[in-house]
C-alpha cells in the first residue's frame, strides 16, 4: 500500500468543498445533548466530536467550531508505564453531513516502573540498575554480532551476559560490541565482535523490520530479546565459569505507543499531530447516527539523526516515518431524551519507523509496527443541556503482520466520568479511567507470570477537559398538538334579583327582572387550529355558537345555574371551563300591611321618688306582628320592663320635673308610624325645718365655734330662716345669753339680723341651746325640748373676791 500526502490532501480539499455547499439544518430547541470534542490518547486520536475516546453519531454544523485543551493519563503495559499527555485540538463543522479536526499533544510524559520488562532498556545507549547505584548493560538476546577475533559463534541468537554491551551511541553500527563473556583460555583467544550492520530491504514503510547484528532480537527489529533470570555454569576443563540465560524472551517486548524507550521519565512536546473528518451518513434529524472518522496521524521526530532517535527513547512517539492512516466507524443512538448509546469500530494502519542514518544501506525500519483495531461501546446521559455523565469501555487489538511482542498486552480501558456544560459552548470534562487487562494483579482475575517478571501495580488514570467555541441558534421545540388555553370564560352578571312576589313590596327592588346574560370565552390555540365552541347549561337556554353568546334565564325560579363550555381544536384535543349565575329573589321584599296603632298611657303628676310607670298600647294591624320595644325617657331612669310593652321610672331628685317616656316599636313596615310619647310632672315634698345642733352651758369661747358652723350652714342655705332657741337655768338667763349670741352672729359673721330668731323656751334644770335651720316656706321649728322649772329661779349673784393691798417695806 502506497498513499501520497498530496493525493490525501487533494481528496479533503475536495470534500471540504462538497460539504460547503449543503444544506444547514438546526438542532432542536428542547433536545438537552450537547456536543463536544473527544480527547482519544491511547488508540484512536481526539479531536472529532463525541465522548471521551468514542466518537458519537453526531456532526458540528456549518459555522460550529470548538477549542479544546485537555490532561489525560492512562496506563500501559509492558513495563507498568505511565503516559500523560495534554492533547489539543480544533474541530469545525462544514454543514449538516461533515466536521474536519486537527489535534497534537502539546505535552507527553512517560513513566516506565518496570524498566526490566521492555527492550528499549537493553539497548547499547541504555543500562539497567542492579543496586542502588551500580548501573550497567542488561542481559539480552541479540543477533551474533560481527566477529572481529576469537571463536565463531554463528549468525543465530546469542546471551549477552550483563555489564557486557559497552556504551555506544546511536546509530549503534561499527561500535564496539559485546564479547558474550567468551575472554579467552588456553584453547581459544578472547572474542572480539562490532555491531554490524542491518541487513534488509529499504523503503519498507509497512513491511519487516531489517535485522540488527549484535543489537536487535534475531525476530528483527533494533530491539533485543530481555533476560529475565540467569544461571551459572561452574568450570571445567573447557570453558572458565559461565553465565548462561535461565528464563528469557527471543523477540523483544515493547509498548506500542513509545517502542524504543530507555528513560524512567521522558517528557516531549509537539510529538504527534492528526487531521481529519468525520462524516455522517444519515440525516441530521434522524436518532440513528451513522458515521465515518477518516485521519492521517505524522510524527515530528524521526530515526534519521540522534536528536530525533534521542526523542524516540525519550518516549514522544512510535515515530512512524510515513505517519498512520485510520478509518473508524461510527453508529450512534439516541435510546431516550435522556439516553444515548455510541459504538466504534475501525482499523489504524501504521507506518513503521525507518532511518536512514545506518550507512549505505538506505532507509531501514527499526520495527515493524502493529495495526491497531479499535472497538468500543460507550453511554451518555445527557440528563439536561448542563450536565451529561458518560461510560466507556474501549478496546485495541494489535493485528497484522509486525514484530512479535512477547509481552503482548491488548489494552482493554474503562472510563467513567462526567461533562457540564455552562453554556452548549462552552464546558468541562473529568474522568477516571482504568486498564482493566493489565500485567499484574487484578480484582477479579488471577495471572501467573514467569520468574523475574516485573508486574504491574497501578492500572489507574484520569483526565480533565475544557472546550469553548461557538454553537449555532437552535431551532424552536417540535412540540406534539397541544390544547386549546381557555384565559377566561365569564357571564355578564353574576347574579340575577328577581322582582317581589304578589302582596310583597319593597322601594328597593326592581319591578321586573332581566334575565339576559352575554356569556364571554376568551381562547386561544398554542399551534393556531381554528377554535370551535360548544356551550351546554343547567337552566335557561344559549343562542349561538361564537365566543359571545347569549344565555336566557326568564322563567326559572330561585337556585344557582352552571354554564360550561368545551372549545375544540379541531384536532382532538378539548379544553373545558364553566361559569355560575344565581337568580334569587330581592332580599328586600316585605308583606303589603294596614299600619298599627300606637300609644302611650302614663301616671298623673307624682310626688318626688314615687315610681312611674309608663304602658304602650299597640294597636292590631294587618297582618298582624309581634313588634319589639325600645324605651326612652328625658329624665330619670328606667328600672325595669325595657323590651317590654311597660316600663317603670325612677323620680328621685326630679322634683318640679317633667318626665317624658318615648317607645319606638321594631318589626314594624319602614312606612308606618313606630314611635309614641306620654309625659308626667313631678312634685316637690313639703319642706320641715331641721335642728342643726345642741349644747348645753358653753364658755362663750367654746358657743363661738358652734356659732360659727351654724353661721356657714345659713350663708348655704341663702332662703332659709335660723332659729336659736333657748332654755335658761335661771331667771334671766335666757335673755342675756341669747343677746350675746345673736350680737356674734350678725356682727362678726356677717348673718342679716332678720334671718336670726330667738326663741326662749323657758327655764330648765340646766341651760340648753338649739339651733334650727327652716327652709323657705317650713315655718318654726317645734324644739325638741321643753321647760321644767317653772317658776324660773332668780339667778346667784357672785360677789368679786377682796384683794387687798400689798405692803412695802
Not at 65 to 74: G, K, L, M, Q, V
Not at 359 to 368: F, Y
Not at 696 to 716: I, M, P, T, Y
Request: one cysteine or more.
Amino acid at each position: 500500500m502506497r498513499f501520497g500526502k498530496r493525493a490525501l490532501v487533494a481528496a479533503l480539499s475536495t470534500l471540504v468543498m462538497v460539504a460547503a455547499v449543503s444544506a444547514q439544518t438546526l438542532r432542536p430547541g428542547n433536545d438537552p445533548r450537547n456536543q463536544a470534542p473527544t480527547v482519544g490518547t491511547g488508540g484512536s486520536p481526539g479531536g472529532p466530536t463525541g465522548l471521551f475516546t468514542i466518537y458519537d453519531g453526531d456532526t458540528l454544523r456549518r459555522g460550529e467550531f470548538t477549542f479544546s485543551i485537555a490532561y489525560s493519563n492512562y496506563d500501559r503495559d509492558p513495563g507498568n508505564v505511565d503516559i500523560t499527555v495534554v492533547p489539543l485540538s480544533f474541530n469545525v463543522g462544514l454543514n449538516d453531513h461533515v466536521e474536519l479536526f486537527f489535534s497534537t499533544e502539546g505535552y507527553r510524559g512517560v513513566k516506565v516502573n518496570n524498566p526490566k520488562n521492555l527492550s528499549g532498556f537493553y539497548l547499547p545507549n541504555s543500562q539497567l540498575f542492579f543496586g542502588a547505584t551500580l548501573l550497567g548493560s542488561g542481559p539480552a538476546i541479540i543477533l551474533a554480532p560481527e566477529r572481529v577475533s576469537g571463536p565463531t559463534v554463528g549468525n543465530g541468537a546469542v546471551f549477552r551476559p550483563a555489564f557486557n554491551q559497552p556504551f555506544v551511541q546511536f546509530p549503534f553500527v561499527g561500535g564496539r560490541g559485546p564479547n558474550l563473556g567468551l575472554t579467552g583460555n588456553a584453547i581459544a583467544p578472547p572474542f572480539v565482535s562490532r555491531l554490524g550492520t542491518p541487513q534488509a530491504q529499504s523503503d519498507s514503510r509497512f513491511g519487516a523490520a531489517a535485522n540488527f547484528p549484535g543489537i536487535g532480537s534475531p525476530c528483527g527489529s533494533i530491539l533485543p530479546g530481555v533476560v529475565l533470570t540467569t544461571r551459572t555454569i561452574p568450570a571445567n576443563s573447557t570453558f572458565n565459569t559461565l553465565t548462561v540465560p535461565d528464563l528469557f524472551t527471543i523477540c523483544p517486548t515493547y509498548i506500542a505507543d513509545a517502542p524504543f524507550i530507555n528513560r524512567l521519565y521522558g517528557q516531549s512536546a509537539f510529538g504527534t499531530f492528526q487531521a481529519g473528518a468525520k462524516i455522517r451518513f444519515t440525516g441530521p434529524t434522524n436518532p440513528l447516527g451513522v458515521g465515518l472518522v477518516a485521519f492521517y496521524r505524522w510524527y515530528g521526530d524521526k530515526a534519521d539523526d540522534f536528536k530525533g532517535f534521542n526523542q524516540l527513547q525519550r518516549g514522544a512517539s512510535p515515530g512512524g516515518n510515513f505517519g498512520d492512516i485510520g478509518v473508524i466507524g461510527t453508529v450512534s443512538g439516541r435510546l431516550s431524551r435522556s439516553a444515548n448509546l455510541s459504538a466504534n469500530i475501525g482499523y489504524i494502519l501504521n507506518s513503521n519507523p525507518q532511518s536512514k542514518a545506518f550507512g549505505g544501506t538506505g532507509k531501514v525500519s527499526l520495527l515493524d509496527r502493529p495495526d491497531e483495531l479499535i472497538m468500543g461501546v460507550g453511554f451518555d446521559f445527557p440528563i439536561n443541556r448542563h450536565f451529561q455523565p458518560i461510560a466507556e469501555l474501549k478496546s485495541i487489538n494489535y493485528v497484522g503482520g509486525r514484530t512479535p511482542n512477547a509481552f503482548r498486552q491488548n489494552p482493554l480501558d474503562f472510563l467513567g466520568g462526567v461533562r457540564v456544560f455552562p453554556r452548549r459552548w462552552f464546558g468541562f470534562s473529568a474522568w477516571w479511567r482504568e486498564n482493566l487487562n493489565q500485567q499484574g494483579k487484578r480484582l477479579f482475575h488471577t495471572q501467573t507470570f514467569p520468574a523475574g517478571f516485573q508486574q504491574s501495580d497501578n492500572p489507574h488514570g484520569f483526565g480533565f477537559q475544557a472546550f469553548v467555541g461557538h454553537r449555532n441558534e437552535r431551532a424552536p421545540a417540535v412540540l406534539p398538538n397541544q390544547p386549546p388555553v381557555i384565559s377566561s370564560f365569564t357571564a355578564s352578571t353574576a347574579t340575577i334579583t328577581l322582582p317581589c312576589r304578589e302582596g310583597y313590596t319593597s322601594s328597593n327592588c326592581p319591578t321586573t327582572a332581566n334575565t339576559g346574560v352575554t356569556l364571554t370565552t376568551t381562547a386561544s390555540d398554542p399551534d393556531g387550529d381554528t377554535l370551535l365552541y360548544t356551550y351546554t347549561v343547567t337552566g335557561g337556554k344559549i343562542s349561538g355558537d361564537r365566543p359571545n353568546v347569549s344565555w336566557d334565564l326568564s322563567g326559572v325560579g330561585p337556585g344557582t345555574y352552571t354554564a360550561s363550555v368545551e372549545v375544540d381544536d379541531g384536532c382532538g384535543c378539548i379544553t373545558m371551563s364553566s361559569t355560575t349565575v344565581t337568580v334569587a329573589e330581592c332580599a328586600d321584599c316585605r308583606p303589603i300591611l294596614a299600619c298599627p296603632t300606637v300609644r302611650v298611657s302614663c301616671p298623673g303628676d307624682l310626688d318626688q321618688g314615687a315610681p312611674a310607670t309608663f304602658t304602650a298600647e299597640v294597636g292590631q294591624g294587618t297582618p298582624s306582628v309581634s313588634p319589639t320595644y325600645n324605651w326612652t325617657v328625658s329624665a330619670g331612669t328606667i328600672t325595669s320592663g325595657q323590651g317590654t310593652s311597660s316600663i317603670t321610672v325612677n323620680t328621685d331628685n326630679l322634683a318640679g320635673q317633667t318626665v317624658t317616656a318615648t317607645v319606638e316599636l321594631g318589626g314594624l313596615d319602614p312606612s308606618c308610624g313606630r314611635t309614641a310619647s306620654c309625659s308626667t310632672a313631678i312634685r316637690g315634698l313639703p319642706q320641715k325645718p331641721r335642728k342643726f345642733d345642741e349644747y348645753g352651758n358653753l364658755r362663750f369661747n367654746d358657743e363661738k365655734a358652734r356659732l360659727d358652723n351654724f353661721a356657714v350652714q345659713l350663708q348655704g342655705e341663702p332662703g332659709s330662716q335660723g332659729y336659736y332657741v333657748i332654755f335658761g337655768g335661771c331667771e334671766g338667763e335666757a335673755d342675756q345669753r341669747s343677746a350675746r349670741a345673736v350680737d356674734y352672729l350678725v356682727n362678726t359673721r356677717g348673718i342679716d339680723r332678720g334671718r336670726i330668731t330667738v326663741v326662749n323656751g323657758g327655764c330648765r334644770e340646766t341651760l340648753t341651746v338649739e339651733l334650727w335651720v327652716s327652709p323657705t316656706g317650713a315655718g318654726a321649728p317645734t324644739p325638741s325640748n321643753s321647760a321644767t322649772v317653772s317658776p324660773c329661779p332668780a339667778c346667784k349673784v357672785v360677789k368679786p373676791k377682796y384683794r387687798g393691798r400689798r405692803r412695802r417695806g
